[in-house]
C-alpha cells in the first residue's frame, strides 16, 4: 500500500482539477481526499453461465460444427453487449499441415480512447486429451471448461458490466484462436512451442487496426478451476513488473491471497509472448499453475476431466473483481 500511496495522492489532485461526471470525493482514512471510484460488482453466475454456454456447443475445436457456432455467439455477444466488433478470418496452418479455418474475435470499447488496455483470452479447445491416462481417450476433443472457456466468460461478463458503464480507459477484449493446436505429446513430432497460440502469432503480425497499440495487455488462460493458483509468470514479470505488482496487490487487498499467490511461477509458452514481442505490449500471463505438478499445470490439464465438474465461481469471481478494480482504476 505504501508503495501506491503517491499515485493516490495523484489522483485526489486530478479529480480536483476537474471533476469527471459521476465521480465523487471522499475522504481515505488518513485524512486525504482520493477519488472514489465505482467498480462495477462481478457476477460469478453469470461468468458461470458463459463459461456453460461455450461448453454446451462441444468442443471448440477448428473446422467442426461446435467451433463455427461458439464464434458466431462470441461475435453476436459482444455486439449485443455494445462492442464495436471486428472479426479476423483467417486460414492457420497446423503442425501437421491442416489447414485451420479460424477467427480472432475483438470487442472494442471506447474505440477512439487513447489510453487503452488489451484482455485476452484464447476460445479453442485442445483437440486432444495427449494428458490423459487413458490411451484411446487421448486422441477426443476435449471440453477445454477451464483451458479456454473460463477466460472468455470471465471477459464477457466484464463486457457485459462495461456495457453498463464504461471505465475512463479504452478496452480492447481479444478472443484468440487456434491456441491450442500444439504439437500432442503422442507424435513422433518435436514439441515446437510456435505450434501453440496460431490465432495470437497472426494477429500480432495483422492487428485488427492499424498499428494497434495499448498500454498494457492481459492474458486470462485456466482462471475458472476450484483452488487455482496464479504464480508470477516469469516472462510476466520480466517484461511488466509493474503490472504484476499491480494485479496481485489489487487481488491481495480484495481478499484473494488464496488465488493469486506471492510467489514466483514458471516461464510460459502463451499468447502473451506474441503480443509483447510482436506488437511491444508489456503482458501479463494469469494463468492456474501447479509448481510442483511434473508438467506445470493441474490433474485436469489436456485430460477429459477439463470439464464442468471442476469450474468454480468463486475462482470466477477472484479474477474477474480483481480485473475490475483494476481497470476501472485507470485514468
Ligand atoms: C505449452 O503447453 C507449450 N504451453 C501452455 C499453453 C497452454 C496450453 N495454455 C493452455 N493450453
Ligand atoms: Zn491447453
Known amino acids: 500500500m505504501i508503495k501506491f500511496y503517491p499515485l493516490l495522492l495523484a489522483l485526489a489532485l486530478a479529480s480536483c482539477a476537474h471533476k469527471g461526471a459521476g465521480r465523487a470525493a471522499e475522504t481515505a482514512a488518513a485524512g486525504e481526499t482520493v477519488a472514489a471510484v465505482h467498480v462495477p460488482d462481478f457476477q460469478a453466475d453469470s461468468a458461470y453461465r458463459f463459461v456453460d454456454e461455450q461448453v454446451a456447443f462441444g468442443p471448440r475445436v477448428p473446422n467442426t460444427p461446435a467451433h463455427k457456432a461458439c464464434g458466431d455467439f462470441l461475435a453476436a455477444t459482444l455486439k449485443r453487449f455494445g462492442a464495436q466488433v471486428y472479426v479476423q478470418q483467417m486460414t492457420l496452418t497446423a503442425y501437421n499441415g491442416t489447414k485451420l479455418d479460424c477467427r480472432n474475435i475483438i470487442g472494442s470499447y471506447k474505440p477512439a480512447a487513447r489510453k487503452?488496455?488489451?484482455?485476452?483470452?484464447?476460445?479453442?479447445?485442445?483437440?486432444?486429451?495427449?494428458?490423459?491416462?487413458?490411451?484411446?481417450?487421448?486422441?477426443?476433443?476435449?471440453?477445454?471448461?477451464?483451458?479456454?472457456?473460463?477466460?472468455?466468460?470471465?471477459?464477457?461478463?466484464?463486457?457485459?458490466?462495461?456495457?453498463?458503464?464504461?471505465?475512463?480507459?479504452?478496452?480492447?477484449?481479444?478472443f484468440t484462436d487456434a491456441e491450442d493446436y500444439g504439437v500432442p505429446s503422442f507424435s513422433s513430432q518435436r514439441d515446437d512451442d510456435n505450434s501453440w497460440c496460431l490465432g495470437t502469432q497472426f494477429w500480432a503480425r495483422n492487428p485488427h487496426t492499424p498499428n494497434y497499440h495499448a498500454q498494457y495487455g492481459i492474458l486470462l488462460d485456466m482462471v475458472g478451476a476450484k483452488n487455482a493458483t496464479f504464480y508470477k509468470e516469469y516472462t510476466s514479470q520480466a517484461q511488466a513488473p509493474s503490472l504484476v505488482e499491480k494485479i496481485w496487490d489489487t487481488a491481495r487487498n480484495l481478499g484473494y491471497g488464496n488465488f493469486f499467490i506471492d510467489a514466483d511461477g514458471g516461464s510460459i509458452v502463451d499468447d502473451h509472448l506474441?503480443?509483447?514481442?510482436?506488437?511491444?505490449?508489456?503482458?501479463?500471463?494469469?494463468?492456474?499453475?501447479?509448481?510442483?505438478?511434473?508438467?506445470?499445470?493441474?490433474?485436469?490439464?489436456?485430460?477429459?476431466?477439463?470439464?464442468?465438474?471442476?469450474?468454480?465461481?468463486?475462482t470466477l469471481k477472484a479474477v474477474g473483481q480483481t480485473l475490475l478494480n483494476v481497470i476501472y482504476k485507470e485514468r
Not at 471440453?143 to 458503464?165: I, T, W
Request: a negative charge.
Open 116 to 174: 487503452r488496455v488489451l484482455l485476452f483470452a484464447h476460445w479453442d479447445s485442445r483437440p486432444y486429451a495427449d494428458n490423459d491416462s487413458d490411451p484411446k481417450e487421448q486422441r477426443k476433443p476435449i471440453d477445454g471448461a477451464d483451458d479456454g472457456a473460463s477466460g472468455v466468460g470471465v471477459l464477457l461478463e466484464m463486457a457485459r458490466l462495461m456495457d453498463k458503464q464504461a471505465p475512463d480507459v479504452g478496452v480492447d477484449i481479444l
Open 274 to 314: 506474441y503480443v509483447i514481442s510482436g506488437r511491444g505490449i508489456p503482458c501479463v500471463d494469469i494463468i492456474n499453475y501447479a509448481p510442483d505438478n511434473k508438467r506445470g499445470f493441474a490433474d485436469y490439464w489436456h485430460t477429459h476431466a477439463d470439464n464442468m465438474q471442476i469450474i468454480s465461481r468463486e
